[in-house]
Each structure stands twice: as structure tokens, then as C-alpha cells.
């Protein structure tokens, strides 16, 4: 038995040595092969590199893109907030004349003026129509004095009709 057991550890040793031996001559082969795959890598690195780019690229725009859908949508609504202010000054304009016919002239007077600032900030978004906009502070002032001196036979047509036209121009 202590003869086989010899044997089986010289020839383990021998197999060993032959493995090591062996291995060395494969080495500088698999060195070689890591060295092809490492430099073939480096080219898919860059374009991975340029793809991250890229794709950072469309998400900086994408981002630009969803600002100024966001800043549009916020004009149209302050557009939109504007109309349906002119539409109710109109709908004041009209019941500040219906309380002159009636003879209040004070309250029909003070809800006349109470109109100008609602009509001043729809210049501030329709700046295009701005002047046309700031052009009815005169002709309203100019109704309310009448009608806080009791002059009641001026009626606020005319700034109805002003209103209305400039309301149809900016709804086209």
C-alpha cells in the first residue's frame, strides 16, 4: 500500500508539473487574446461615450422643449383669463348703464369705474392692442364724471361698442 501511495504522489506531481508547464506556454497566448479584446473595447467605449452624449443632448432639448409648452400654456391661459375679463367688464359696462337709466346715478358711476383696472391689465397681456386698451380711461372717466354730476342722458354705448370690437378683433 505505501507503494501505491507513492506512486499516486508522483504521479499527481508529475501532472502537476506538466499542467504548470503547459499553462506557461498558453499564458503569453491569453495575455495576447486580453490584450485584442482590452483594445477592441476601447472603440466601444467611445461610442458609448458619444451615445451618452447624445442622448444627455436630447434631454437638454426634450427639457427646453417641455419649458416653453409649459410658458405657452401659461399665455394661453392668461389669454384666455383676459378674454373672459374683457367679456365681464363689457357685462359691467352694460349693468353700470342699465343702474343710470335707473336713476342711481353714483352706483352706476362707481361700478363703471370699477372696470378700468380689469380693462388696464388686459392691455398688459394684449400688448399688441395695448393702446386701444389704454384709450378707454379717458372716455370712461370722462362717463363716470357725467354721471356723478348727474348728467345721465350720456349712456356707455359707445364703450360697449369699443369693448365689443376690441374683443372680436383678439378672438378671431
Known sequence: MD????????ATA???????????HFVPEVKKGM?????????LEERL???????EALQSQLT????ELRERAARQEQHREALRSVKGSIATVMEADNLRKKGTLPDA???LL????????AGDIF?????LFRSLMGPIDVLAGKWREGDAQESANDLVAQLQAILDRLSY
Not at 370699477?114 to 391689465?121: A, F, L, R, V, Y
Not at 400688448?127 to 393702446?131: K, S
Request: net charge negative; no cysteine.
Open 14 to 24: 508529475v501532472l502537476v508539473a506538466y499542467s504548470v508547464i503547459s499553462f506557461q
Open 64 to 67: 427646453a422643449f417641455q419649458k
Open 3 to 10: 507503494i501505491l501511495i507513492r506512486a499516486l504522489v508522483v
Open 114 to 121: 370699477s372696470t378700468k383696472d380689469p380693462i388696464w391689465k
Open 127 to 131: 400688448t399688441a392692442d395695448q393702446n
Open 49 to 55: 461615450i458619444h451615445q451618452l452624449n447624445a442622448i
Open 35 to 43: 490584450a485584442e479584446a482590452g483594445d477592441a473595447l476601447v472603440p
Open 109 to 111: 358711476a362707481d361700478l
